[in-house]
């Protein structure tokens, strides 16, 4: 990735902030799991930004809201009623954390995250994760808006099919119907729209450590991050 095709590069890391460790990247890279491990190991809290984008989609269609109507979508996401807890999440007191998975959330997730109206209604929301004693965030544009002086910034990157045949096993494994072809299809477009977007587009922060997790396990590619963060202290 060259340089000028990166932004946000303001890394100095406000002194009396609790640190933030961001990890962008695309869909099914392993963010997910990747950020819930490192947040272990360091015994902080995880920010999962996708979330709040699946759950602004799901409230969409359960309110049966004009998906092109740009401020009655903003609107959904400024009014959520959301908990995170241990194991997952609630949308208005209801269990939702399943629900938010699905590959048809994911996909309105990504056709509504375009709208600038919408992303600044999340972004006081996702800002007031930042709490001590640190955060792991992740998402698309933790690095380059959300927490541009993030003292430590990952872009986690794996070749498509790589993550088209780990979220087909996912599913799978959680015994849903798969097929890869259309996995691998729905990935490319999901992946086009999020590079292409004009506001907060899926793009590393000049500040950023690309890792590429298509040779790697998890635990390696945790390890890593732990690697980097520890070599900063
Ligand atoms: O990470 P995910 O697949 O759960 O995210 C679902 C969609 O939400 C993704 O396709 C684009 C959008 N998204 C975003 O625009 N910005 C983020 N920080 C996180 C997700």
Redesign the pocket.
């Known amino acids: 990735m060259t340089d000028s095709a990166r932004v946000g590069n303001e890394s100095a890391a406000h002194p009396g902030l609790p640190p933030v460790i961001t990890i962008d990247g695309p ?1 099914a890279s392993g963010k997910g799991t990747v950020a819930h491990s490192v947040a272990s190991a360091l015994g902080w809290e995880v920010l999962d ?3 709040l ?2 759950l602004t989609a799901l409230a969409v269609l359960q309110h049966d809201v004009d998906q092109e109507d740009v401020q009655a979508v903003a609107d959904i996401a400024q009014h959520l009623t959301v908990q995170f807890h241990s194991t997952g999440v609630t949308l208005d007191g209801r269990e939702v954390s399943e629900l938010i998975r699905q590959e048809q959330i ?1 996909n309105l ?2 056709r509504l ?1 375009p709208d600038p109206g919408l992303r600044a209604a999340l972004l006081e929301r996702q800002r007031a994760f930042r709490q001590f004693p640190g955060l792991v965030a992740d ?4 690095g380059t808006i959300v927490f541009q002086d993030a003292p430590l910034k990952i872009f986690l990157v794996a070749d498509v099919q790589a993550r088209a045949q780990r979220r087909c096993n996912q599913l799978i494994e959680k015994g849903i119907s798969a097929n890869l072809a259309d996995l691998l299809a729905d990935m490319r477009e ?1 992946d086009a729209r ?1 590079v292409e977007r004009v506001v ?1 587009p899926l793009i590393a922060a000049r500040d950023a450590h690309v890792v590429d997790s298509s040779a790697l396990t998890i635990a390696q590619t945790v390890q890593v991050i732990i690697d980097l963060w520890s070599s900063r202290q």
Do not use: C, E, K, N
Request: hydrophobic residues 30%.
């Open positions: 869909t930004s996708g979330a984008y699946r994911g997730a990504s995250a998402g698309r544009d933790m999901r999020d907060a």
